[in-house]
């Protein structure tokens, strides 16, 4: 029997309020710490070894902006983002040999996007954007940096 003076203690194995909320608020900080700190790795890696920064023109910086004003990302794919109507673009440098031969890529890419629509029957059409000659070169820019890009094997096969 207990004295006036002890606590009332809960039989032995008994799930209380106060152990509840202790649970709770104890691993809500512990997942919210881990949380962080993947985030901060995230970020980290993302900065420092998965994009080439060194590399980021002026150019880049405008054939994105070519790319988002003529809202590419609705019909292609670019490092896995974006609509499948379209091929996926974060490796087209590649499949068009930039990393062999760089002007010919450029070249074959600008011709590409100044030919659309190619009327070939029964294929997708790619509108006719009407780019300058700058816009055109500011793209491929973009698209060339963003092959260099580390996407951990992302596209799985090279046809994007």
């Known amino acids: 029997m207990s004295s006036p003076h002890e606590p009332h203690r ?4 008994r799930f209380t309020k106060s152990a509840a909320r202790n649970i709770f608020y104890g691993g809500s900080i512990f997942f919210f710490l881990v949380f962080v700190g993947l985030t901060a790795q995230s970020h980290w890696h993302i900065v420092t070894k998965s994009t080439d920064e060194a590399t980021m023109t002026e150019g880049v910086i405008r054939g994105k902006h070519v ?6 990302v609705n019909c292609h794919s670019i490092l ?3 609509a499948y109507f379209a091929p996926e673009v974060g490796n087209v ?4 040999g930039g990393k062999d031969d760089p002007q010919a890529a450029r070249e074959g890419l600008i011709a590409w996007m100044q030919a659309q629509p190619s009327g070939i029957e029964g294929r997708r059409q790619m509108p006719q954007f009407h780019l300058t000659d700058q816009e055109l070169n500011d793209l ?5 940096w963003t092959s260099r890009i580390d996407t951990q094997g992302w596209p799985p096969n090279d046809a994007g």
């Open 10 to 13: 809960p039989p032995a194995g």
């Open 67 to 72: 790319w988002e004003k003529n809202a590419c």
């Open 80 to 82: 896995g983002e974006g």
């Open 93 to 96: 440098w590649v499949r068009y």
């Open 140 to 144: 491929v820019d973009f698209l060339e």
